[in-house]
């Protein structure tokens, strides 16, 4: 099947500083990428919906100026988190689709 | 508002066992439905995907039905292992947004 990879798995940043996730898609071009969060013991949430070549359309409720998604090519998302916060900490994960949905292995970040 | 519940949340079977995790969705207009397991801390490993046109698809010792109409999804796993312990989520996808239930957290007993 396609590859997606993230990077990095695991993340600690202090409060206030600004954390980078990339998303690539090894093998397939993949003009949408998603982003979702997931608390402990809770469903994926979706966050946006990234565009290559577009602004990312973000789910009600998602700050756009604190969740910047920047989609430079068909083969990589960006997900910055600014300013975090420790109730950021979560599991972030991307997701591109090449038919079916394929994920990312998700970044744990901590916010200390 | 698509909707999706998955029963039961949490399920503790003994090895070698037969057993079948159910998902429900509110809107039938879906693309596909596609079910996933997650271990702790982990990614998601797509197991199974049935496009709305079809009402079946088996991989291994996994089978997932798909009712549309009546907005229903199994997930049977046959002759259970330990190795199976896990969290299963189902998703179903619509208009490229793929909603995701809680999860059944699995945990097979050795």
């Known amino acids: 099947g396609a590859v997606v990879s993230q990077h990095p798995s695991r993340v600690i940043c202090k409060s206030g500083t600004s954390v980078k996730i990339e998303c690539r898609s090894l093998?397939?071009?993949?003009?949408?990428m998603f982003w979702y969060r997931q608390f402990p013991k809770q469903s994926l949430m979706l966050m946006a919906t990234?565009?290559?070549?577009?602004?990312?359309?973000?789910e009600q409720g998602v700050e756009k100026d604190k969740f910047l998604i920047n989609h430079a090519s068909l083969t990589l998302s960006t997900l910055t988190v600014t300013s975090a916060h420790p109730e950021d900490s979560s599991f972030y994960i991307c997701?591109?689709?090449?038919?079916?949905?394929?994920f990312g292995q998700g970044t744990r970040l901590t916010v200390v | 508002k698509q909707e999706v519940t998955q029963i039961p949340a949490a399920l503790s079977v003994p090895e070698g066992e037969n057993l079948v995790l159910n998902c429900s969705f509110t809107?039938?207009?879906?693309?596909?439905l596609q079910w996933f397991r997650q271990d702790p801390g982990k990614g998601l490993t797509s197991l199974l995907l049935?496009?709305?046109?079809?009402r079946e698809q088996t991989s291994g010792r996994l089978n997932a039905s798909l009712d549309k109409s009546s907005g229903r999804s199994t997930l049977y796993i046959a002759a259970s292992q330990p190795g199976d312990s896990a969290t299963y989520l189902c998703?179903?996808?619509?208009?490229?947004?793929?909603?995701f239930g809680k999860g059944t957290r699995l945990h097979i007993l050795p």
């Open positions: 093998d397939f071009q993949a003009t949408t």
């Open positions: 809107d039938s207009a879906i693309y596909n």
């Open positions: 049935i496009q709305s046109s079809q």
């Open positions: 998703a179903v996808n619509r208009d490229d947004k793929i909603i």
């Open positions: 990234s565009n290559e070549g577009s602004k990312a359309t973000y």
């Open positions: 997701s591109a689709k090449w038919g079916e949905a394929f």
